[in-house]
């Protein structure tokens, strides 16, 4: 198992968390699993940015990302060098440190139409 640090997110994990997840799982099936509700508006397929995280530690040990998340991502609120979709990105077994944004763009959720 390895270790994900989540640090402390307003509405989603005031306290921060401490989880553990099987490597191969997805960060954001970590969470979710762990009761940390972050938005997947697309269930998970890679279509939308909801899920994006910044991985503060242990960036390095994720797999690459494929050129269809770096695309999504280039629409991410607050993208950093170190952001992932956390529905793509896989843990590996190499601990994690991972920040929620405080903000992320869901046209349905804020009532914007496509």
Not at 1 to 25: D, F, N, R, S, V
Not at 34 to 62: M, N, P, Q, Y
Request: with cysteine; hydrophobic share 35%.
């Amino acid at each position: 198992m390895t270790q994900i640090i989540i640090l402390p997110h307003e509405e989603l994990c005031p306290k921060g968390a401490l989880i553990e997840a099987t490597p191969g799982t997805s960060i954001c099936d970590a969470l979710l699993e762990h009761d940390i509700d972050i938005e997947h508006a697309c269930e998970k397929s890679c279509a939308c940015t909801t899920c994006h995280v910044i991985v503060r530690e242990g960036f390095r040990s994720l797999e690459e990302a494929t050129e269809l998340e770096e695309d999504m991502l280039d629409k991410a609120w607050g993208l950093e060098p170190n952001s992932r979709l956390s529905c793509q990105a896989k843990v590996a077994d190499v601990p994690l440190v991972v920040e929620i944004p405080k903000y992320s763009i869901n046209m349905t959720k804020e009532g914007h139409s496509k």
